[in-house]
C-alpha cells in the first residue's frame, strides 16, 4: 500500500468529534493519536492498516484504536460508494475524570484494534448519539470548554460499544508478534510523559521495559513506523503549538512541555516550524478541531 506520511494528530480538548463524509477517494496517511479513537463508519468500502493490514470490509461498522497505534483506514472507491460517519477522540484525562462505574474502557484496551460490525439496530441507537455529540462539539469547540451534556453523550456510546465487546461481537486485533506488544506500553508512557509536561529519552524508556536501546529502537520503528526520538519531538511540537495558540507565554509553554531552557526550545521550535515560537503565536489562529 502507497501511503502518506502524518506521524501524530494531537488533540487538547478533552472530547473531539469528527464528521466523515467522502465522496472522492484520497490517499491515506499513517498517524497516531495522543488520545483514543472510535471511528464510526455508517456506509462504505474501507481497510484498516496498523501499521500492516488487518481488516477488511463494507457497511456499518464501529472502530476503537488505543493511544498510540500507528495506523490508518483507507476508504475505498467513494465515487461509486460514498464514505460516511463519525470520529470521537477523548483524552485519558476523561478516563481520569469519570469514575469506574460509570466508565470502564478495559474490555476495549485489552487488544490494540477493536473491529465491530454494527447492525440496523445498533444503527438506529449510535447514529443520533454521535450526531447530538457533534451538534454540541461544534456549537462550544471555540470555548475550549466541553459541555457536561457532551460528557453524557460519550459516557453512552463508549458503556455501549463496550457492552459490545464484552458480549464477544467485536473482532481483536493486536500490533505484530507476541514479543512487540511492550511497544504499545512504550508508545503509551511517551504519551504521557510528554502530556504531562516531562522530558523523556531513549534510554530512559529502555531501562523501564529492559531491553536494550538499540532493540528498542529497532521495535518500535518497525512496529510503528517512525523512529522514538521523531514521536518524541512531534508529540512536543505539536503540544507546544496548542499551547501557543492560546497565547500562553513562550516561557511557560518550554517549561510546560519539559524543555531545560527557553533558548533550547526556541531553537527547537524553530527548527521544526522555521518560525520562532513568538511569531508562531502571533501568527496562530483561535484553537479549533475536527
Known amino acids: 500500500m502507497k501511503y502518506g506520511y502524518e506521524a501524530v494528530r494531537s488533540f487538547n480538548l478533552p472530547v473531539t468529534v469528527g464528521?466523515?463524509?467522502?465522496?472522492?477517494?484520497?490517499?491515506?496517511?499513517?498517524?497516531?493519536?495522543?488520545?483514543?479513537?472510535?471511528?464510526?463508519?455508517?456506509?462504505?468500502?474501507?481497510?484498516?492498516?496498523?501499521?500492516?493490514?488487518?481488516?477488511?470490509?463494507?457497511?456499518?461498522?464501529m472502530v476503537f484504536f488505543s493511544r498510540g497505534v500507528y495506523h490508518c483506514m483507507v476508504r475505498m472507491d467513494c465515487e461509486r460508494t460514498p464514505f460516511c460517519g463519525f470520529d470521537l477522540y477523548f483524552l485519558q484525562s476523561v478516563i481520569d475524570l469519570v469514575p469506574e462505574p460509570l466508565l470502564d474502557i478495559s474490555p476495549l484496551l485489552e487488544n490494540n484494534v477493536m473491529v465491530i460490525p454494527i447492525c440496523e439496530k445498533?444503527?438506529?441507537?449510535?447514529?443520533?448519539?454521535f450526531e447530538e455529540m457533534r451538534r454540541f462539539y461544534v456549537q462550544t469547540r471555540g470555548s475550549g470548554?466541553?459541555?457536561?451534556?457532551?460528557?453524557?453523550?460519550?459516557?453512552?456510546?463508549?458503556?455501549?460499544?463496550?457492552?459490545?465487546?464484552?458480549?464477544?461481537?467485536?473482532?481483536?486485533?493486536?500490533?505484530?508478534a507476541d514479543s512487540d506488544f511492550y511497544i504499545t506500553n512504550v508508545a503509551k508512557s511517551i504519551i504521557e510523559a510528554i502530556d504531562?509536561?516531562?522530558?523523556?529519552?531513549?534510554?530512559?524508556?529502555?531501562?523501564?521495559?529492559?531491553?536494550?536501546?538499540?532493540?528498542?529502537?529497532?521495535?518500535?520503528?518497525?512496529?510503528?513506523?517512525?523512529?522514538?526520538?521523531?514521536?518524541?519531538?512531534?508529540?512536543?511540537l505539536e503540544r507546544a503549538k496548542a499551547m501557543l495558540k492560546t497565547g500562553m507565554d513562550v516561557k511557560d509553554v518550554a517549561r510546560r512541555c519539559g524543555f531545560t531552557s527557553d533558548s533550547y526550545f526556541i531553537q527547537f521550535f524553530k527548527k521544526y516550524t522555521g518560525v520562532s515560537p513568538g511569531k508562531y503565536r502571533g501568527q496562530a489562529d483561535p484553537l479549533s478541531e475536527g
Open 19 to 61: 464528521r466523515q463524509e467522502h465522496t472522492k477517494t484520497i490517499p491515506p496517511r499513517m498517524h497516531f493519536h495522543n488520545c483514543y479513537e472510535v471511528m464510526y463508519v455508517t456506509s462504505g468500502r474501507y481497510q484498516i492498516y496498523a501499521p500492516q493490514k488487518l481488516y477488511e470490509g463494507e457497511g456499518a461498522c
Open 122 to 129: 445498533e444503527l438506529s441507537f449510535f447514529t443520533p448519539k
Open 145 to 176: 470548554r466541553t459541555p457536561p451534556v457532551l460528557y453524557g453523550l460519550l459516557l453512552s456510546v463508549i458503556n455501549h460499544i463496550t457492552d459490545l465487546v464484552r458480549a464477544d461481537q467485536a473482532l481483536r486485533f493486536q500490533v505484530g
Open 196 to 236: 504531562s509536561g516531562r522530558d523523556i529519552s531513549v534510554a530512559e524508556i529502555a531501562a523501564r521495559f529492559y531491553v536494550g536501546p538499540t532493540k528498542l529502537s529497532t521495535d518500535f520503528h518497525r512496529l510503528l513506523g517512525i523512529s522514538i526520538k521523531r514521536m518524541i519531538c512531534e508529540l512536543k
